[in-house]
């Protein structure tokens, strides 16, 4: 099989198949995905943001006022490492500028380890609050895609994820997974779908994960969970069935031999609406 291609079922893509027919997930990618409960392409289409970050308005450093929050798209100028008087605290400094030609200095706190990937030229998004002394404390980020290309600007879906893989890396691996949604199995029937007015359910997940607002995430949601409470529904009628029919007595069938002796022994005969209550009773 060849990576990047989810295996292809009889009507399509498999939403069974596993997350290692995704670009970029080995073993180790998957094992970590699977302590979230993320072992198919369809899990991760199906895993909807917790919450979201409204990245929707991109400005620059001069536009700014001390304490404003908001998210501007720069290019790293150069970047250290500065330690403090905490032993375990280090704070990465980057010089940034953005397209308007407005330069702070971005600080991370005890992320160390960022300062190997902003690398001069670097472009990234910057989310965070301009401080005293023309530095920008970044609360969030994102670098540019190895094409060129940033991730996201709008609103920003945050997923659940774990220390050892990121939201980012998540959302980076449901990318993948959306395109492949319109193949999932419906448990709607298409008459029910229209009557309710409901999106379709590809759509539903695409609004969930990429929101041109929070209307378009309501509205995926209730989609998403009109469908959840019916096929729950459906189950318990089932159960109820079941139960209802395993409680019904079989038929006695036909009077045999036994029955006619019976009746044969009795020093009377039998009215007819005796004959027809134990008809209705057999």
């Known amino acids: 099989m060849d990576q990047g291609v ?23 990618i998957r094992e970590r995905l699977a302590k979230l409960g993320l072992g198919t392409v369809r899990d991760l289409a199906e895993h909807l943001p917790r919450d979201y970050l409204d990245w929707s308005r991109v400005t620059g450093f001069g536009d700014l006022r001390i304490g404003e929050e908001a998210t501007v798209e720069c290019l790293v100028e150069r970047t250290r490492v500065r330690p403090t008087r905490r032993r375990n605290l280090k704070i990465v400094e980057a010089v940034v500028s953005d397209s308007s030609g407005g330069r702070a200095t971005a600080i991370w706190f005890n992320q160390a380890w960022l300062a190997d990937r902003l690398v001069p030229g670097t472009r990234l998004l910057a989310h965070g609050q301009l401080a ?20 996201t600007v709008g609103l920003v879906p945050l997923y659940r994820a774990s220390e050892e893989i ?4 998540i959302r980076e691996l449901t990318e993948q997974a959306l395109p492949l949604a ?6 709607l029937p298409a008459a029910l779908r229209d009557g309710a007015g409901a999106p379709l359910r590809a759509d539903a997940i695409l609004a969930a994960h990429r929101p041109r607002a929070l209307s378009d995430v309501e509205a995926g949601r209730r989609r998403l969970a009109f469908e959840e409470l019916l096929l729950l529904q459906l189950g318990f009628l089932r159960r109820r069935r079941a139960r209802e029919e395993d409680a019904v007595a079989p038929a006695l069938g036909e009077e045999g031999e036994l ?20 008809a209705e009773i057999g």
């Open 6 to 28: 989810p295996t292809a079922g009889r009507f399509g893509v498999d939403p069974a198949a596993g997350v290692e027919t995704l670009t970029g997930v080995g073993p180790r």
């Open 132 to 151: 005293p002394g023309n530095t920008f404390k970044v609360d969030q980020h994102e670098l540019a895609r190895d094409g060129g290309g940033l991730h």
């Open 166 to 169: 990121s939201t980012v890396r």
């Open 182 to 187: 319109r193949w999932f199995p419906y448990p």
């Open 259 to 278: 029955v006619r002796r019976y009746r044969e022994k009795l020093p009377f005969r039998l009215t007819p609406e005796q004959d027809a209550a134990i």
